[in-house]
Structure formats: C-alpha cells, structure tokens
C-alpha cells in the first residue's frame, strides 16, 4: 500500500510538471498574439528565451533526459516533416542532400574535434564525441520561419531534406564514437563502413516496408480515426523496430513518414482524411516542439557555461568553419555533377541556418555518468546550442532580407485574399440574380444590394490588377495552385478506382509526367 500511495504521489507530481510546462509553453504562443512587435521572433525561439530567462531564475521545470527526447519526442517530430515533405521537390535536391547527410557530418566531426584537441587540449576522445553531438542540425525554427516568409521552395527543401536525414546519420557516427570513447570497440575505418551500411539499409528497410504495408492497409477502408491512429503507430513502430533489429530509428522514421505522405496518403486516404490526418500532425509537432524548446532553455545551467566558456568558443568557430567549408565546397560538387543550381546566397543561408538543438541535447546527455568530461562535454554543447538558436536563429530573417531571398508570402495571401472574395461576391451577385424577382423583395432594397456587391467587386477587380501588374510572380503562383489542385484531383480519381478495386495500383500522374520533361 505504500509503495502504492508513493507511486500516485509521483505521478500526480509529473502531471502537474508537465501541465506546468504545457500552460508556459501555450502562454508564450499568446504572447505574439498580444504583442505585435514578438511576432518578430518565430515561436520556437520565443520558448527558448523564456526557457533561459527561467533557468536564469533558477526555475526549473522537469529534467529533460536523453530518453524523453530520443523515444518520445523525436518520433513524432520527424514523422511530421516527412510527411508533409514533397519527394518530387526532394529528389531534385537529392545529390546535395546526400552529400550533405553524409560527407558535411564527417567533416563537421572531424573539423570540431580537431579544433578542440589543438585549441582546448580535450581528449581526442571528448573532442570526437562533442563534434558527433554537434553535427546533427535541427532547423525546425528556421523552416517555421522560411514557411511564414514564403522562402523559396528549393531553400526549404534543401535544408529540410539535409536535417531529415544527417540526424540519422549523425546519430549512427555518435553510437561508433561513444563506443570507442568507452574502449568497448575500436575505431577502425572497415568495421565502421560496414556497420554503417548495416545500419542505414536496415532502417531504410524497415521504413519502406512498413511505409508500404500501411498504405495497402487503409486502402481497404475509410476509417479517419483509424487511419490516423496507424501513422501514429508507425511513426513509433518504424523507430522501436529498426532499433530492435539494429538499425537506424531516425532513418526508418523518416522513410515510412515520406511513403505514407506521399504515396499512402494519395492512394489509400479520401481527401478528407488526409486533410483530417494532416492536421492532426501539425497539432503533434506544435505540441511536441512547445515542450522540447522551452525546456532546452530551461535546462541551461549558467555557472558550467562560464567555466567551460573558452571550450564553448572554440567549439562555435570550429562548428561554424567547418559547416561553412562542407556547405561551400560540397555545393560547388553538387552544382557541378548534378546542375543543383544552388545559389552563393542560397548557400550562405544554409551555412547560417544550420542550427543546432534537440537531437545535440539528446546525444550529450545519453552520454554514461561513468565518462570523465560527462559534465563539461554536457555543459559545452548547450553552450553551442544556446549559440545557434538565439544567435543564428534571431538573425536568419536579416540575413534573407540582406541577400535578397526574402519570399513574397505576405503578397501571395493578399493575392489569394482577394481571389476568394472575388469569388464569394460573384456567387453572391448570382444568387442576387435569382432571388430578384422572390415575392416582398422592394426593388430599391435589392438594387442597394446589388449596388453594394458589384462596388466591391469592382474594388477587388483593382485591387487584383494592381497586384498582377506589380508583382508578376503572383500570377505565377496562382497557376502552381490551379496545377496542385489538378493534380490532387487526377490522384484521388485514381485512389477512388483502387479503392473499388476497378484499379490495382497507382497511375502516373498526367501533370507530374509533364513536368519532368
């Protein structure tokens, strides 16, 4: 009975830590609501400041463990921007995409360890495992932000495509690293290549195929909640089960998360559910990311960042020069083998805004209490983490102003804005038309109507020329819509086809063909 009364105090104490964290976490997204001049500053590191300011005040939320973040939150948040990832738009980015999960993680290790090891005089062994914690970017607050600017599209994927697959690449290189820092492996170059490969195919492996079950699965049925539930179960079912046959989590994660967003979604979900299901994501990423930002700042411990403070700046430089040599230079190869027609202002974005965040915390802290430098590797990488986020982070919209790459979002609203009155108006003069002659309508009271509805549109009908003559790129993006909605119309014909069992699989999509030739 005690033992029992004991466990129901400690689980009524969680509860009320964590709706503590959840009511700062939603306070702090009213705050820009309020206040006009915040919306300056995108939400996730508005958690990030108040996180600090509280660790400042020596407020402390929750403990944020490795396993809270790697098995619970990490899941979700890759499934989500998997799904919602377009892979026709990523697999022209492939090649730097690859090149940049693969190669850039190398150099990032290498460039940082070196670094620290001749600058700070760290083991090579702390200095290793640091730049394996550092090397996973996590620029969940700059695509928020690139989403908000309307940034254009090759940027975003670019940038999304490289943090979607170096996280698992970097994690893979931190297992090897943590290994040989402990002495239970040696750092061989074959049995690493070996391993890796191992490691990459068996999480692609287990990615697809749960990707392509599950998509199979719901087309046998139109059960909203039930579909929704199984993405859920995949996101988790990928990661557990790839770890369990001793492959990559992350990989799988995001493997079965681009299969069902792009294939499952369009063969075995009616629009309505996947509209449904693509909501219920973007809650679960707003939701997860409103807990792991405030308490990545919460988790800040001041007085191990000052006496690790020479270490910390190091570690910055070393992070920034070798990003800014493998982003520059793998660009260069990139350009030249696969025509990515990657910009020098486009690069330079991509070398700022590789931030560092959840996943670095969730490496260092997985880190055995029985490894020497625990508490000043710990303290060095928040230290760098705090740097990418509140520095970088904070200046990445500047930056886009400076080289030009700022998008026309809030235009493209204004444009569609007045397209969807336009049309409400003119549905609005029809039904006036028919309902003219109704019984006890006056005529001066349906003629001030009908007045009031064409003045409008008139107005609008300006409104909209003006637009169209001032920024040409508008119309432009009107029509990208039309070809969207057109395509998403052909899909879900054919998906209703399967669906009957009038079609066994999937037809090329007529608009998709004609855009890559």
Not at 431 to 451: H, K, V
Not at 465 to 483: F, G, I, S, W
Request: aromatic share 10%; charged share 15%; with cysteine.
């Amino acid at each position: 009975m005690l033992e029992s009364g004991l466990g129901e105090i400690t689980i009524e104490d969680e509860l009320k830590r964590f709706l503590l964290v959840l009511c700062v976490s939603l306070a702090v997204a009213a705050i820009p609501r309020i206040f006009g001049w915040f919306r300056q500053i995108p939400y996730t590191l508005m958690l990030v400041i108040v996180g600090t300011g509280l660790a400042w005040l020596d407020v402390r939320l929750v403990n944020l463990s490795p396993e809270l973040i790697l098995l619970i939150f990490l899941p979700p948040l890759l499934f989500e921007a998997a799904w919602n990832s377009n892979w026709s738009h990523l697999k022209h980015q492939l090649v730097p995409i690859s090149l940049f999960a693969s190669l850039g993680v190398v150099v990032s290790v290498t460039g940082i360890a070196i670094s620290l090891t001749q600058l700070a005089h760290l083991p090579l062994t702390t200095a290793l495992l640091l730049g394996a914690c550092l090397a996973a970017t996590d620029p969940v607050s700059v695509m928020a932000l690139f989403k908000e600017l309307g940034v254009a599209k090759q940027l975003s994927t670019l940038m999304e495509g490289e943090s979607l697959f170096n996280d698992g690449m970097a994690i893979v290189v931190f297992s090897f690293l943590l290994e040989f820092a402990l002495g239970t492996s040696d750092l061989a170059l074959q049995p690493v290549i070996t391993r890796l490969l191992i490691v990459v195919g068996v999480g692609l492996g287990v990615g697809w195929l749960l990707g392509f079950a599950i998509s199979y699965l719901t087309q046998r049925f139109d059960l909203p909640l039930v579909e929704q539930s199984l993405t859920l179960v995949s996101a988790y079912g990928a990661y557990l089960l790839a770890e369990e046959f001793g492959g990559s989590g992350v990989i799988a994660t995001v493997a079965t998360g681009l299969v069902l967003g792009n294939f499952g979604s369009r063969i075995g979900m009616n629009p309505r559910t996947r509209v449904f299901v693509t909501e219920f994501w973007d809650f679960i990423a707003f939701f997860v990311n409103s807990i792991v930002f405030l308490l990545i700042g919460n988790q800040i411990y001041f007085q191990d960042l000052s006496k690790n403070g020479w270490a910390i700046v190091i570690t910055i430089a070393a992070m920034l020069l070798s990003r800014l040599v493998f982003v520059y230079s793998l660009s260069f190869v990139s350009n030249r083998l696969a025509n990515s027609q990657i910009t020098l202002p486009a690069q330079t974005v991509v070398w700022w805004g590789g931030l560092r965040g959840a996943v670095s915390i969730a490496l260092v802290l997985s880190v055995p209490v029985s490894f020497p430098e625990r508490s000043d590797t710990i303290a060095t990488v928040f230290g760098a983490v705090l740097f990418t986020l509140l520095v970088q982070g904070l200046t990445i919209k500047p930056l886009l102003a400076a080289l030009n790459l700022l998008g026309d979002q809030p235009i493209r609203q204004q444009y569609m804005e007045a397209i969807a009155r336009r049309t409400a108006l003119q549905r609005v003069v029809q039904y006036l038309q028919q309902a003219e002659q109704r019984p006890g309508i006056e005529p001066e009271f349906y003629g001030y109507q009908m007045s009031l509805v064409k003045g409008e549109l008139s107005s609008i009908e300006r409104e909209i020329d003006v637009l169209d003559d001032e920024y040409p790129n508008v119309r432009a993006y009107a029509q990208a819509q039309l070809k969207s909605e057109l395509l998403a119309i052909e899909a879900e014909t054919y998906a209703e086809f399967i669906q009957t069992g009038q079609l066994n699989h999937a037809l090329p999509l007529l608009l998709e063909k004609e855009e890559d030739v």
